[in-house]
T-cell receptor
């Protein structure tokens, strides 16, 4: 069964450094998403992406964040200058279409900012 | 701002019993409703989705939706120790892509 994959599984970085989190969505899916979950808190929506552009973003997704689909398979989340409060699990998800479609989650990347 | 509330504390159930989880949502325009299971340190895993009022059964799981009351529930029958996890309710609305999640309900199945 096709799965969303994410690399790395754990990323440790120093405050102020840039990180890139990588995802390979399910191959025939059209919509891609990033969510994050701070330890002990809710899963929070960051951004959705369709047809090579952002279709929706949350108030969390400020100028330090960007997303890109650099090729036909990868989907990346870049955090330009990490802060301590960016420490969280970051989940990539994909869905076949949009709106009411089920979103399938990858295993996550644990980001630790020191 | 969509809000999804799961207010119950940890739920302990004996093995073989029924676990009942509840969720309310604030956006009356919400269209689709999901239950995800999340083991500690892992990602959300889809259990069920429901779009229409009423009940939907899938194996040992039953989802119930009442749009008038803005309420969705999940029943787990014949609970197994492997069902011990946090269950996340998630909702999204017409024309947008974001899932709004509740905080989750922790279920502990006691052998």
């Amino acid at each position: 069964e096709p799965e969303v994959t994410q690399t790395p599984s754990h990323q440790v970085t120093q405050m102020g450094q840039e990180v890139i989190l990588r995802c390979v969505p399910i191959s025939n899916h059209l919509y891609f998403y990033w969510y994050r979950q701070i330890l002990g808190q809710k899963v929070e929506f960051l951004v959705s992406f369709y047809n090579n552009e952002i279709s929706e973003k949350s108030e969390i997704f400020d100028d330090q964040f960007s997303v890109e689909r650099p090729d036909g398979s990868n989907f990346t989340l870049k955090i330009r200058s990490t802060k301590l409060e960016d420490s969280a699990m970051y989940f990539c998800a994909s869905s076949p279409r949009t709106g009411t479609d089920t979103q399938y989650f990858g295993p996550g990347t644990r980001l630790t900012v020191l | 701002q969509k809000e999804v509330e799961q207010n119950s504390g940890p739920l302990s159930v004996p093995e073989g019993a029924i676990a009942s989880l509840n969720c309310t949502y604030s956006d009356r325009g919400s269209q689709s409703f999901f239950w995800y299971r999340q083991y500690s340190g892992k990602s959300p895993e889809l259990i069920m989705f429901i779009y229409s009022n009423g009940d939907k059964e899938d194996g040992r799981f039953t989802a119930q939706l009442n749009k008038a009351s803005q309420y969705v529930s999940l029943l787990i029958r014949d609970s197994q120790p492997s069902d011990s996890a946090t269950y996340l309710c998630a909702v999204n609305g017409y024309g947008n892509n974001r899932l709004a999640f509740g905080k989750g309900n922790q279920v502990v199945v006691i052998p």
